[in-house]
Structure formats: C-alpha cells, structure tokens
C-alpha cells in the first residue's frame, strides 16, 4: 500500500471520527470486521446474545471486506470514512480481527473496545512478531499509526497463549483474559450443536454413513486481497484409496477467492463446502481433521476426535510465515509429506485420542457453551452503564 494511500485511508477515518465526535455518544454497541461482507464466528455469537439477553441495546454493524482495483479502493474510502463515525457514536465495539480505524484515532473517554480475535490460540506469527516479514503489516501504515492499539480487552482461550498475543499486539499481558471463554465455541454445547450437525448433513447430503474428513488448509500469500489455496492433496489418490468408506469435506480459507475444480470422478467423494460461512459447523459432523497450519484445530480439540496435520511444506512455510512453537513436537496428532501414508493412516484407523485430550486442556481454560453470556454480561453491559 501506498503512503498516499495510507494517508488518504487514515484522513477520511479522522475525518469521518471528528464528526462523530460533534454528537453525543450512543448507548450502542459496534461490531467490525474487515475482513468479510457479514459478520461471524464471536462476532455472530455476541451479537445473537446481546438480542436475546439485552434486545434494548443498539447494535451496529461494520463488515468489509478488501478488494483489490481501483472499485476496491473506492469501497474502502467509504468505509473508512463510516468507520470513524461510528467509532466515535459506539461506547462499546467489537472487532475480531485486524481493524485499521480503531488504531487510526484517539478513542472518545468512555469507550471500550474488546479484540475477540479469530484464533482461539497462537501459533502462527502475525501482528508486531511478522513486522519484518512481506505478511506483516503494511509499512506505509506502521510509519503511520500503532497497529492493535487500543484494544481494553483481548480474549485468549488460554493463559498459555498470553506471551505470543502480548507480542502480536504489543499490549500488556494484563490485557488478555482467558475466563470468560471463546464465544463461537459454544457452538459445541447442547442443543445448538445437534441442530448445526443436523443442518450441515441436509445441506451437503452426507448421510450415507461413511466417515467424514474434514479438510481445512489455510491460505498462502502475503495480503487478504491475493490469498491463494494452499491444497496440495491427492484428492484423486486419497478418492482411491478411501472412497468406498470416506468422503472428505473440503473447507478453504475465506480469503481465498478462487476454488478447486473438482472433477466428476471426484463427485462422489469430495464436498466442496468452501462457501460454508462456519467452520466450526462442519467439524460437528467430521470424524477427523486433516490441515496444515490452521487455526482450526483449538476448536476442533472439543471433540476430542483425530487431526492429522499434511504439511510437505512446513520448511518453507517456518521461513515466510514464522511459527510461535515447535511445530513438530507442537500439534496433537502425525505430519504426512505425501497423500499415501496420510490414506494409510485413516485407513488403519490407530489414533492418538491422549494427545488431543491434552491439547484441548491446554488451549481451553473454560469451554462451557456460555463464553457469549459470560462477555455480554461481564464485560459489554458493565461498561455501557
């Protein structure tokens, strides 16, 4: 991004904040993503608790997410120009995610703003600890402003993870709290969970009873706006060696734009459920994950069922992005280089459930289907009063 760009971005939020600043603030809650057209994950989560317990409070919603070309920079002028109004009418917002405007002003006294994040862990490095790297921030911008400032709360699935949010962000580790709980894992508790696994095996017609893979890979690149695939299976030999006991549940990442074509030889096996705005309901009615560097694997430690981690590019992949562990001895469950000892390893069916059970202990402090209550009413309502 450019320093005109930059300046043009940061101008319009502090001009759009300024306004707002002219009018009282409103009892009024803000939900803001940049990263997609709608909101979701904790986002959902929290503003579907706020209506049900609180439906006399205001919510607002910002959702956007970056294009590319000169109709993408046009968006992002208005949007940017919307956010610092709102922040400055909101008392309470909401982000999950990476979100420019928040660091482009000096909040009015009187707001709290709460960074739920999209991982309910850390092991993959973003934030100030990617700052010399192409995935880190713009430069033009970090000259400019403080990334991930002012942020009054931060929720953490655990205070294990507490150093590697610290550092992302470069807020005090007194700032991250881990006993309230993840809002989009209450998703795994009770009733809601039989009524997603119901919905997502309507949707995609799994109900021939074979076993269910999941197979989330995260995104390669070094911007939103040009994140590329990261599939690098054998669909076909896995179709092969599993297909009259399997089928495989392929979820990318929402960054990225452009799928994978899935012939008819493969219309049996794979279900293409990109386009499924949660992943957390497809790991309802999956009996293993497969994935690379996602963070999807805290969530999917709820079940306590198998993960298997096909990374062929983990070197590669330490050096560009960078990994806050030991991947190695890291992850709770094997790492595959190639499609065929992946297959045989399903197919043998000898899995490790200590090593998942112990992971989810350590990732999760509190996973009770109440996180979204405990920060509505500890947390959002205390500081609206």
Known sequence: MSALVVGIRLGLVRLGFVLGRALPMRRAVLFATAHADRIGGNLAYLRAELRRSHPEIPAVVLAHRARSGWGGRFEGAVQALRAGWALARSRVVIVDDYFFPIYAIDPRPGTTIIQTWHASGAFKTFGYSVGDRAFGADAALRDRVRIHANYDVCLIGSQASTPAFAEAFGQPPDRFVSR?????????????????????????????????????????????????????????????????????????????????????????????????????????????????????????????????????????????????????????????????????????????????RAFREAAFEVADGRASRRVIEEVVVPALA
């Open 180 to 356: 309230l709980g993840i809002p989009r894992t209450d998703l795994f508790f009770g009733e809601a969970a039989e009524r997603a696994s119901a919905s997502v095996r309507r949707r995609y017609g799994l109900t021939d009873g074979r076993r269910l893979i999941l197979y989330a890979p995260t995104f390669r690149g070094d911007r939103v706006t040009d994140a590329r695939h990261g599939v690098s299976l054998d669909l076909g030999r896995l179709s092969r060696e599993l297909g009259g006991t399997h089928r495989l549940i392929l979820r990318l990442h929402p960054f990225v734009r452009g799928g994978v074509e899935i012939g008819p030889e493969l219309a049996g096996f794979v279900v293409d459920a990109s386009d499924h705005s949660d992943v957390n309901e497809l790991m309802l009615v999956s009996d293993l994950l497969v994935t690379d560097y996602s963070s999807a694997i805290f969530e999917f430690s709820l079940l306590e069922r198998p993960m298997a981690f096909f990374a062929p590019d983990l070197a590669e992949y330490e050096r560009e992005r960078g990994l806050y562990v030991d991947y190695r001895s890291w992850v709770p469950g094997p790492i595959f280089e190639d499609t065929d000892a992946l297959a045989r390893w399903i197919r043998e069916g000898q899995f490790d459930g200590a090593a998942v």
